[in-house]
């Protein structure tokens, strides 16, 4: 089946006309910035602004900065030459960019080394993950009201269950089994969908499509296996793609689990491999924050992908398990869909 | 021929049983990694640590039988006292700061003005920054010499502070850096606020209620089972997610003013291997946790909704 071909039969026609409604929005908003500079300029005002809205422009950037100045000061901190001293006032940006900080980082610690581990165990993790949460969620979402119940309250405790709890456990199961210091046991997890609630979103998504479709496929005589892999998935896309993007952060973010149970340097990931930075150099804040940088700057691209369907597809309340399914989504006759956020 | 189409007889049927048996088959297989998964590592390692609790185990002889020795032990420590009631203050403030910060954000951001979109992305920014990245980003504001937050003091005015240094503000700093990360919290509550109907307000705002007057009469109790919600969900985050924080930033701090319960049953397990103890700590901490959301679930009178999940 070709990608989304919107009811074009051509790809090339498709791809023209792509670019043609691209020139023509922006041609149009080029000409509504100029028609009102030009009212602002012959002093005539197109549309009166409301001083609420100046005030609440005014409160929400007052927010934006509180939010956003601190990674800004953490990029223009970690290109701060090595050799000054540490500036005796507030420094927004540093006189010369030092981007040899970043080169040296890699130098002084085997930083290349564990972005790959982090880059395995993140993907496979994210890929075992998309299987096994799916396969439940599907699973819990076809099989008849009661036990579906146990099972969508058992998932629910055990989301409340605390990581905590499970440290030690795990640690001596892991060393009986004889996986201590293998990246098997960092993708362990992965086996249960990483966390319930993953399968609790893919068990959402599913319960959102029409039952129709799930009925007549088994009539056709298509079992569970089948309907899955062909019905199901392809129409969760939003949800698998989100929950991939997530599990993927959520790989590359973990400290706890390397740090318990790994042994061996060469293993360690990114998240632990800052600490070891960390413990080296411990008064360098320009090579520190560099690290810091490109440790997140993966996960801030994987947030703002997300954005992308968070507006398409109203996912992001669903994200905290909080609301129900059969609310707020399009039922028969009701067509319309309601946008949470923006 | 009646016998085999009528749907009075068809679990009577054979191949239609059949077919029904291998389909609920095929199903359980699809569902087996996760109810396998869950089993190994939750549900199990949960009532294991609960066994561990009454045993002595130093993770190299087998563990022995001790009954309730663990709990008099750690009960004569002052050590698991000072992790309890910094944990206790640690859990009181962050909670209903992060509570209080996105409740705040979301009356703020879910109006429909142009741009809104680029507003909730900033303030979301700090929910998505992986932890240790985080712990060390604060680590170096809080820096008594360098950081930047002393410099804006200085820079308004203000008395510069010691933060982690000192064993009066090191608490207080960590509580400070965990308010910065609401961002689901807000995304929740904006949801639910658009989801309110706007014939309230406008009745409301026709008889000549102000905005305060709004707020208290027609919001708040709305969102009450979304903030109640939420206000859980914090309590028990912020109990058990405050490690990398501590362990990165303060190592318990100075004279164990940062020393809480999850750091301290670490140290426990993997540092003294008192793996007894360090289970029995864990246990005293979830029935904590337990006792204190059943008190607030018998304190508001349950969940406040009833929707089929």
Request: glycine share 6%; with cysteine; hydrophobic share 55%.
């Amino acid at each position: 089946m070709p990608m989304r071909s919107k009811g074009y039969a051509n790809a090339h026609l498709q791809r023209k006309h792509a670019w043609r409604r691209a020139w023509i929005v922006f041609c149009t908003k080029t000409f509504a910035l100029a028609r009102w500079v030009w009212s602002v300029i012959i002093g005539r005002q197109m549309q009166r602004v409301r001083w609420q809205t100046v005030l609440w422009h005014c409160t929400a950037l007052t927010i934006t900065f509180v939010f956003v100045a601190p990674f800004f000061w953490v990029l223009t901190s970690s290109l701060r030459p090595l050799g000054l001293p540490p500036p005796r006032a507030l420094e927004w940006a540093p006189q010369e960019l030092a981007w040899t900080n970043y080169a040296e980082i890699f130098r002084i610690a085997p930083l290349g080394r564990q972005i790959g581990n982090s880059i395995l165990v993140s993907t496979v993790g994210a890929a075992l993950t998309l299987i096994t949460a799916s396969a439940a969620g599907f699973a819990m979402a076809q099989t008849p009201e009661r036990p579906r119940r146990w099972l969508v309250m058992l998932t629910i405790g055990l989301l409340m269950t605390p990581s905590t709890a499970v440290w030690l456990p795990r640690y001596v199961l892991f060393s009986k089994l004889g996986l201590i210091d293998t990246y098997t046991v960092l993708v362990a997890p992965a086996l249960m969908g990483t966390k319930p609630l993953y399968v609790l979103m893919f068990y959402w998504g599913f319960r959102r499509a029409p039952r129709e479709l799930f009925e007549s496929a088994r009539l056709d005589g298509a079992g569970p296996f089948l309907s899955w892999r062909r019905i199901a998935l392809p129409l969760a896309r939003p949800t698998a793609l989100a929950v991939v993007l997530l599990t993927f952060s959520h790989y590359w973010s973990d400290f706890v689990d390397p740090l318990l149970f790994l042994k061996s340097a060469e293993r360690y990931t990114l998240a632990v491999g800052l600490r070891m930075l960390q413990q080296m150099a411990v008064t360098n804040w320009s090579l520190l924050l560099a690290a810091v940088v490109v440790m997140t700057v993966p996960v801030l691209l994987v947030y703002l992908a997300m954005q992308q369907f968070i507006r398409s597809d109203s996912e992001a309340p669903a994200l905290f398990m909080l609301r129900s399914p059969t609310q707020n989504f399009p039922q028969k006759g009701n067509s319309v869909r309601p946008n949470y956020v923006a | 021929m009646l016998r085999s189409t009528s749907l009075f007889f068809a679990p009577f049927n054979r191949s239609w049983r059949r077919i029904c048996t291998r389909y609920r088959l095929e199903l359980g297989l699809l569902l087996a990694p996760f109810l396998v998964g869950a089993t190994l590592l939750i549900i199990l390692p949960a009532l294991y640590t609960a066994v561990l609790a009454f045993t002595q185990y130093d993770a190299l002889a087998a563990p022995t039988w001790s009954g309730l020795a663990n709990f008099r032990t750690i009960f004569q420590r002052d050590l698991f006292w000072i992790a309890l009631r910094n944990s206790l203050i640690y859990v009181g403030l962050a909670a209903p700061l992060q509570l209080l910060g996105a409740l705040l954000l979301a009356l703020l951001l879910h109006h429909p003005h142009r741009g809104v979109r680029q507003y909730r992305v900033a303030a979301y920014l700090p929910s998505v920054i992986p932890e240790v990245a985080y712990a060390l980003i604060w680590l170096w504001i809080f820096n008594p010499l360098y950081g930047p937050l002393n410099k804006v003091l200085a820079w308004v005015g203000l008395p510069a502070l010691n933060w982690l240094v000192s064993e009066d503000t090191a608490l207080i700093s960590l509580v400070l850096m965990s308010g910065l990360r609401v961002g689901e919290g807000m995304l929740l509550l904006i949801a639910a606020r658009q989801g309110l109907p706007t014939a309230y307000f406008q009745v409301a705002a026709l008889d000549g209620g102000n905005r305060w007057q709004l707020f208290r009469y027609i919001t708040l109790p709305l969102l009450a089972p979304w903030l109640f919600l939420l206000l859980l969900r914090d309590i028990l985050l912020s109990a058990q997610s405050s490690f990398v924080p501590v362990y990165m930033m303060t190592s318990g701090g100075p004279n164990y003013a940062t020393t809480l319960l999850p750091y301290l049953v670490y140290e426990e397990a993997f540092s003294h291997f008192r793996i007894g103890h360090a289970a029995a700590m864990m246990l005293i901490m979830f029935a904590g946790i337990g006792a204190l959301l059943w008190l607030l679930y018998w304190l508001l009178g349950g969940w406040g909704y009833a929707d089929e999940i």
